[in-house]
């Protein structure tokens, strides 16, 4: 059973003061959300006080980003244990912003992701394609590539922990989702990799949707066999908008909520 988890994914928006309003508005609107996993992602600023304004909740903490380095001379850089301190349970690693205007690697992201297992944080690792990339019939070769490199260093032991975000690019922002089948396509993709790589655990693994997410197309897509939660940009910076996201319906939920679905 694979519990879904729906993710915020904030980008560089909100202050710590506009976080702090974003939890006193939407926890209580979330607060029977106990069958999922329920995360936020601010900026590393607002990372502080969003884990005051979020102590005692159901809502978990995340970082968008993360140094694969424990400390040193890296300038601007935020480490693991800063993470961990602050008390973030997970990490977004290799979204495409970071890959395209940041030029990250997929083994750069690889050793992101085994410095916040390190820690005994959860990684979220994007993957996704490209417009082009998908137009020249190349999703699963740039995907599964992405998948081989980014998750190269994942510990076998911790690999069913891992949350993976299938976001193809052209879907980011831009108010254009992918369909449920066209997602669910590529979720199917990412599971065998993750089989071939990972065993059985790639049962357990969850895999997100991303790109455009919204309250009005988030049922059909959880709807789909192995979408296993979102990562949510745009929708989730209004309270009310995230929350419907959070309350999905349909097959894939029961109405008193679920604790999973079969795998
Ligand atoms: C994202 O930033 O990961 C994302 C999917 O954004 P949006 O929901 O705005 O497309």
């Known amino acids: 059973m694979r519990r879904p988890i729906l993710a915020a994914n904030w980008k560089m928006h909100k202050t710590a003061g506009e976080a702090a309003d974003f939890a006193a508005a939407f926890l209580p609107l ?22 005051s304004a979020l102590a005692g909740s159901n809502v978990a903490l995340a970082a968008k980003n993360v140094s694969p380095e424990p400390q040193g001379a890296f300038t601007g850089e935020v ?3 800063m993470l961990a301190e602050l008390g973030c349970r997970y990490a977004i690693v290799g979204h495409s912003e970071r890959r395209t205007l940041f030029g990250e690697t997929d083994g750069f992201v ?11 944080l959860v990684p979220i690792v994007c993957v996704g394609e490209s417009l082009e990339e998908r137009e ?5 070769a740039v995907v599964g590539a992405q998948i081989d490199g980014s998750l190269a260093e994942v510990p076998a032991e911790r690999a069913s922990a891992l949350v993976v975000a299938y976001e193809p690019i052209w879907a980011i922002g831009t108010g254009r989702t992918a369909t449920p089948e066209m997602a669910q396509e590529v979720h199917a993709f990412v599971r065998e990799r993750l089989r071939g790589r990972f065993g059985d655990a790639a049962r357990d693994i969850r895999i997100q949707y991303g790109g455009s997410v919204k309250p009005d197309n988030v049922d059909s897509l959880m709807a789909q066999p192995d979408i296993d939660g979102a990562l949510v940009g745009g929708a989730s910076l209004d309270p009310a908008a995230f929350a419907r996201i959070v309350h999905f319906e349909g097959p894939g939920r029961e109405p008193s909520g679920r604790s999973g679905r079969p795998s």
Do not use: C, E, H
């Open 30 to 51: 979330v607060k029977d959300a106990d069958a999922v996993d329920v995360v936020v992602a601010p900026p590393f600023t607002a990372l502080d006080r969003l884990a």
């Open 79 to 81: 480490s693991v244990g």
């Open 110 to 120: 690889a050793r992101k992701a085994a410095a916040l297992f390190a820690a005994g």
């Open 136 to 140: 020249a019939g190349r999703t699963t």
